[in-house]
């Protein structure tokens, strides 16, 4: 495997793979000095075009954790404003020697793009609404540690504007390909226009859906979409599908709540449930170092070296 | 010590430790390669929410030369302009496994309140008006090089805007701690409203005050301030408390002047002074490495693999 | 030799002495572990006061493949902003045991300025319309791995704004002291005023000067520039002096293309003209960092440790 573009790159087994190397670079992360000297010497050059904390700060410490040399760029501190184009940008950073470019971009597809014209690795860190596979890689990690390998009959629930997330995209391919039923819940006007073809279930109540639900994934709610006509206020969205402490009564004792961050409490969840025994919000971050070192190691390792 | 926050965390006997132990590492600073492998798969993560040269490559610098691995956020390039919360953004900070969030935020207690939330070691690096201790830390030990233990009897004057200033906060508490007698200087109206139980002396007239310092300590004015009634011009400012060449005459011939630098040159302190032989800035600004390796190694270091 | 300011601080003998030690670093960059340990306990920082990626991070990786600690502030998110003078932010920098600077200004003659104040080692990276010393060693290190040692007659066309060109101003100068003959092409107003010592001839006619080309160096014009009068309009420059397939056909089939990139396809280059195979635009930037390996390991190797 060369690039990290999407969840379909991988397949049910590329999965496995990604997860069953993620555990041992897991308990790398737990060491006293938590390093292996397995990308010496590679670089990875993250390419964020759009304002990320801990997408870029988690694959950071992912290389470093590999023992790669990291390097960054961001839209406003380049010669983006100079107007160079994606391309030349991309071929420069290649031609230095680069070995992988991790991509940021609110633009769907520019991962891929970047992916035809040159030969280093390229990793999809999100792209506009079409995908953000090494979230959905986490995510599926995170339940695997809870549950094991039984994906199969987990009820998954994923709340909320569904249309705009690449997040849910890629779960929803990664959670199927392993087995798991999806039930997509939000209001019809935050659904996908196009639905055919995903293998999901679709609902408007979330309160229906909660009591047979094993993992509720909840979706953050970006702010800005409010000026959209398709949008309910704010109010109106949290009285409906908000994760309020009352809602989480019907959840199951032993399901898991599950979020990509950073949560808007008062919003889309309250701060009570972020906190409630059955979160798992912070497993998932701590979780994505550990897989993108993983997914890194795929693209850039030998084959030797490896994670001693 | 998990956390510095400031100067009371640590005490007379603190501050010494810190400064005995920033001996060693002045020592390896000098080496032909300054570094030691003391927090080789340590992560130290500085988090600016406030612009900083010098600080924050200073702390760079020191983890660094640790062998510790460094990573870096401002406020404009992270996602902060998501309206992330501070709390979401150190929870994720931590749950990637960082060690030491080095924090700087204009407003007074964000560090306290962060080492609340989480287990990482914080270092205060200037809260608002507050704290700024590995600032007092470095100008303590560079007054150590140059006098030794005794500093019982050090007569310090603290020179400018004081009421604004974190580094005289910071100094006062730690120069008092250590036994020197500190001296604020400035216009009543750039004095702390409420100076009770402040272990200093004040005096409106630096003039007066000059012949008898042992340490001249130059405050840097910030210019905005002029906006505020409470403000002489800068004119009338650098007329009655610029250290001015003339001034300097009646400062004892072994007297030290500190400032913590950026110097506002015609302000506060003439071209010649901050180049004067008495002058110890340049020192202060090479001391502040040796000083924050001392102080992440004291926070992170496990007490083997000590600087050897 | 302590500082690259300009060309001429090297001359015709430091030249071939850089471009034979980017040979050996050129192996070096192609190992299956890029890295040497020569400059391990340096550090460098980058002080970018103009926008550039491609510059900054040739650099970066060129510091990290010698194995020193790089670090880096751009305007943006410096204490800049307060108001810092240029002398106070070397000279902090300096303190903190820095080894190397490597400066981009606006403003021609930084540099100098900057190597006048302090003892660190000074890499001029661009300044102003002045020099840009690394590019014009790397053009000259790519000219070589094509055409060997002889410079002596080779016939280098430099086209387009010679005037605001740094880059140009830097390649006369290292291409005539290596014996190539120069002769800049453009519009009147686009050529410097005063040429008198220039080592150069002069063509207003790129369709002349072609057929007779060793070497085809197609200058970047800056889209800025429009607003000014001297400048013809993008389209009337393309038409005179663009570089398109059709012209191309007057070029020697071994001549070479060469662009300092980035390129702006459609006006001073065309798209197909960048992909053809006489175009080194892409070795040029995998040249660079080679070439600042051996000018950072020039200024900053002790002699032993050597690249082995």
Do not use: C
Request: glycine content about 8%; charged content about 25%; hydrophobic content about 40%.
């Amino acid at each position: 495997m060369k690039h990290l573009l999407g969840i379909d790159d991988l397949g049910a087994e590329g999965i496995g793979e990604v997860l069953r190397l993620a555990d041992s670079f897991l308990e790398v992360t737990r060491r006293d000095i938590p390093k292996v000297p397995a990308l010496r010497g590679k670089t990875v050059v993250s390419m964020f075009y759009e304002d990320s904390t801990r997408t870029r700060l988690s694959f950071e410490t992912a290389a470093k954790r590999l023992s790669a040399d990291t390097m960054t760029f961001s839209a406003g501190s380049s010669s983006l404003r100079k107007g160079e184009s994606l391309l030349d940008t991309v071929r420069t950073v290649e031609a230095m020697g680069i070995d992988a470019i991790v991509v940021r971009h609110k633009s769907s597809g520019v991962p891929q793009r970047i992916a035809g014209w040159i030969d280093a690795s390229i990793v999809n860190a999100g792209d506009g609404w079409h995908e953000h596979p090494t979230q959905a890689l986490l995510d599926a990690f995170t339940l695997r540690r809870h549950r094991g390998d039984s994906f199969a009959g987990m009820k998954v629930a994923i709340v909320g504007d569904v249309k705009h997330s690449r997040v849910a995209r890629s779960n929803v391919k990664a959670l199927s390909a392993l087995g798991a039923e999806v039930t997509l819940v939000g209001p019809p006007t935050l659904m996908p226009p196009n639905l055919e073809g995903w293998p999901v279930k679709i609902s408007y109540d979330l309160d229906v859906v909660l009591p047979t639900t094993d993992v509720l994934y909840v979706l953050r709610i970006q702010r800005e979409r409010q000026q959209e006509a398709l949008f309910p206020s704010l109010r109106e969205y949290a009285a409906r599908y908000g994760v309020t402490s009352e809602r989480l009564a019907r959840l199951p004792a032993d399901a898991l709540i599950m979020h990509p961050g950073p949560t808007n409490r008062g919003v889309e969840i309250d701060a009570l449930v972020a906190d409630d025994p059955r979160s798992v919000i912070n497993e998932q971050v701590a979780n994505g170092v550990a897989v993108r070192m993983a997914v890194l190691y795929m693209l850039l390792g030998s084959g030797e070296g490896r994670a001693a």
